[in-house]
Nanobody
Framework: QVQLVESGGGLVQAGGSLRLSCAAS????????MGWFRQAPGKEREFVAA????????DYADSVKGRFTISRDNAKNTVYLRMNSLKPDDTAVYYC??????????????????WGQGTQVTVSS
């Protein structure tokens, strides 16, 4: 059973930066496609970014492209989400997720089997 634990969320002013981390345990991290999703109050969970097994291929939602960077360190079993130029619209709970069944990057949350508990990101205006 894979366990994912996010950290790094918090309160930041608009224009600021945060780096989220997600530590994985209980599985073979390097064989999982990893992703980040977010969910704001009253809204559906939405795709943010995904990264391939080696980290060489990434995918981003249009709303974060150019501002967010996803990366992974397979030696540390950790995936990161660097968030720059944050906006109030980025306020949400951010979830780390793992897909053990496919090497292709997916944007649909049903494609991912394992989820972390989430970390709150709040961006003040």
């Amino acid at each position: 059973q894979v366990q994912l634990v996010e950290s790094g969320g918090g309160l930041v002013q608009a224009g600021g930066s945060l780096r989220l981390s997600c530590a994985a345990s209980g599985g073979t991290f390097s064989s999982y496609t990893m992703g980040w999703f977010r969910q704001a109050p009253g809204k559906e969970r939405e795709f943010v970014a995904a990264i391939s097994l080696s980290g060489s291929i990434t995918d981003y939602a249009d709303s974060v492209k150019g501002r967010f960077t996803i990366s992974r360190d397979n030696a540390k079993n950790t995936v990161y989400l660097r968030m720059n130029s944050l906006k109030p619209d980025d306020t949400a709970v951010y979830y780390c997720t793992a897909d053990p069944r496919s090497i292709w990057l997916k944007r649909n949350p049903v494609s991912y089997d394992y989820w972390g508990q989430g970390t709150q990101v709040t961006v003040s205006s």
